[in-house]
């Protein structure tokens, strides 16, 4: 069982919505990412929070607008995007004080812009 | 652009055959995992190599870090349906208090019943 919870698991929006995904993980870690995937492709760095403060954007278009509201929480607010934004969007954690760079993700938010 | 190539990029094989997934790169990396992805779920960590040279076993995985630390890999004995899945090689640079992984390619692979 995965240590990082996203949700929802599935979600379906219009171009027009906003809608949030959500991301919690409880194992005291201080950093945390968004990644994109699409299918059968590796994932791709959208956000690093590290302390709750955005360390890295990897110029990622601003209708994707991650919140970190406390060190166990990570939002991505979604507003006006495209069906090309489709795709797996996965959480990831790890502890800073470990630079040997491993990543705990989450099971993804599949999702569908039509 | 620092890349990390994985080949082979699909593989399908029979179950009970071996096989052997490379990770390259002309990038040095302080580190090196891979990690299995089952359709619909996110990424697992399978393990983590830091030291060039450095062999690691994981029942019937093994994985190698190349000795200039730029080069992976990953060999699967008798493999079975449940090694299905996208294998993805990441390396990681030593930076302060976040871990930016470059994530290889990736390897599809299909193991048959």
């Known amino acids: 069982d995965t240590e990082v919870t996203q949700t929802p698991k599935h979600l379906v929006m219009g171009m027009t919505n906003k809608k949030s995904l959500k991301c919690e993980q409880h194992?005291?870690?201080?950093?945390m990412y968004w990644y994109k995937q699409k299918a059968k492709k590796p994932p791709e760095l959208m956000f690093v929070?590290?302390?709750?403060?955005?360390?890295i954007n990897e110029s990622v278009p601003s209708r994707f607008s991650p919140e970190c509201p406390n060190s166990s929480l990570l939002n991505l607010h979604l507003h006006a995007l495209q069906p090309e934004d489709s795709a797996l969007y996965l959480c990831a954690s790890s502890h800073p004080a470990r630079n040997t760079g491993e990543l705990f993700f989450g099971e993804g938010s599949r999702l569908t812009v039509l | 652009t620092q890349l990390l190539e994985q080949s082979p990029q699909f593989l399908s094989i029979q179950e009970g055959e071996n096989l052997t997934v490379y990770c390259n790169s002309s990038s040095v990396f302080s580190s090196l995992q891979w990690y299995r992805q089952e359709p619909g779920e996110g990424p697992v960590l399978l393990v983590t190599?830091?030291?060039?040279?450095e062999v690691k076993k994981l029942k019937r995985l093994t994985f190698q870090f190349g000795d200039a630390r730029k080069d992976s890999s990953l060999h699967i004995t008798a493999a079975q349906p449940g090694d299905t899945g996208l294998y993805l090689c990441?390396?990681?640079?030593?930076?302060?208090?976040?871990?930016?992984?470059?994530f290889g390619t990736g390897t599809l692979l299909a193991v048959q019943p």
């Open positions: 194992m005291g870690h201080r950093a």
């Open positions: 929070y590290s302390y709750e403060k955005l360390s």
């Open positions: 190599v830091v030291t060039g040279g």
């Open positions: 990441a390396g990681a640079k030593y930076g302060g208090a976040t871990n930016k992984l470059i």
